[in-house]
Structures are given as C-alpha cells and as structure tokens.
C-alpha cells in the first residue's frame, strides 16, 4: 500500500473540513487558543506537534486545527491500525497505520515519520502518551517511540500542545488548546518538560472559566437548545454568564 504522502488527498480534506465542522458544533461552543499559546512554526522546516490525548475527539481537532492554523502545510497524524481498518477513508486525509506494542510496529512509526519529515512543508501530530491519557496524570506519559524522533529528524522543530475539553456555562464543551514554545528535536530531556508546562499552564485558564484568556479559532453551537433553551431566550440571552459572549 502507497505511504501517506501519496494516499492524502487535497480534495477530501476540504470535503471532511466541512463535515467536521458540523460536527464540533454539535458538541461545543467553541475552539479556543489561549492568547499565550499561538504556535510559533518556523518556516522551512518540517514540524511535529506533540501534543495530549485526552480524549476522543482529538482525530477531529488535528484536521480543524490544521487548516485553520497551518494551511500551508500538509499534516499526517498516526493512529491504531486496528481502528484504521474500521475507518480506511482516513487513510486519505493523512492518517496511516501503527501496530501497537510492537516492534515491528515501532519500525514501521519511525519508517514512514521519516518518510513524512523529509519534506520541511509537513506537519507530523503526535500522541505524546500513545493512548488515551488524563490530562491530570503525572508525569506525562510518552510513547517509547516518541523519543526516537529527536534523532530520526534532527533538523525538524517540536512544538508542544496542549489540549483540553470542559464545560463552563453552557450545555455544550468547551474545546481548548495552545502551543508551547518551539523545542529543537535533538533536546530529548526536555520534550515531558515542555509539554508538561503547556499542560498545567492551560489548566489555569481552563479553570479560570475566562474566555477573555483565549481567542476563538471555529465557533461552535451556542445556547441550552431543546425546550430549556426556548425558555431562556423567552427571559434572557441564552448565554448565563455575560463575560462568555463574544465581540
């Protein structure tokens, strides 16, 4: 089978951009970029973005958040390659397959990350854990393979990401992200460092409930919907907390 740089397709992406967006705003209010935590992508090099899995709706985010933030870059993004199976049309939006806890999985990731880094117009997104993970658990976990990369790509540039979803004072999530500082791939030790930061400072903001910290990448749904939301907008703006609307 052809790698990912030959399967992804312009076309698709655009098509899916459009039906993902739907979906997030069934689900959430907004995706929010703390204003601290613009990426910082120097051009000329390929990057990988390492970022939390906190939770399902991660796949999602990566295509939002790449055509909204990196739309000169093309992004791939590995994932189990049972689920891949369940959901081959990925293979066309820049997924590829990894075996899990396996060597000759482990080869394979390394394989074609390598292939995907050749190129300084790529984007690699990276699952820091490698599974699921809490956005609470310390230390951060990282994949095994995670801390090969530094030496496969020495010329591309890390940037950490954070990602969080909450609820504030709407029915539907908030979807929160941003970016630490950019960090040389041949710094190993400092990748958990780096990561962990972005993590705990975005957790500040996300329990501050402030979303004057934050500015909004895709908006989302808004209000309770259903008879309830009917009810507020007969007493007042559906949104209960007046610092949460938008200018």
């Known amino acids: 089978m052809s790698g990912p740089v030959a399967l992804r397709s312009e076309r698709l992406l655009r098509f899916f951009e459009g039906a993902f967006r739907r979906q997030f705003a069934g689900s959430f209010c907004a995706l929010r970029l703390a204003r601290w935590g613009e990426p910082d992508a120097p051009l000329g090099r390929p990057l990988i973005v390492l970022a939390n899995h906190p939770g399902w709706w991660d796949g999602v985010l990566v295509l ?3 055509r909204s933030l990196f739309p ?9 390659a049972v689920a891949l199976q369940k959901y081959g049309f990925l293979r066309r939006l820049g997924a590829f397959g990894v075996e899990q806890h396996s060597p000759r999985g482990a080869r394979h990731f390394l394989a074609t990350a390598k292939e995907v880094l050749a190129d300084p117009r790529h984007l690699l997104w990276v699952n820091a854990p490698g599974r699921f993970a809490d956005v609470r658990e310390r230390p951060v976990p990282l994949a095994p393979g995670i801390l090969r990369l530094p030496r496969l790509a020495p010329e591309a540039v890390i940037l950490p990401l954070a990602v969080e979803y909450t609820h504030w004072t709407e029915k539907r999530g908030e979807a929160l992200m941003a970016f630490g500082p950019p960090v ?16 705990d400072r975005l957790a500040a903001d996300a329990i501050s409930r402030d979303p004057a910290r934050f500015r909004v990448v895709i908006g989302g749904g ?9 009810w507020q907008r007969l007493r007042f703006a559906p949104e209960h907390d007046p610092s949460a609307r938008e200018g």
């Open 64 to 66: 939002l958040a790449t």
């Open 72 to 80: 000169d870059r093309s992004s791939f993004v590995p994932m189990d």
């Open 184 to 199: 040389e791939a041949t710094d190993e030790e400092g990748l958990r460092t780096a990561l962990t930061a972005v993590m």
């Open 222 to 230: 808004r209000g309770m919907g259903g008879i309830y939301g009917l």
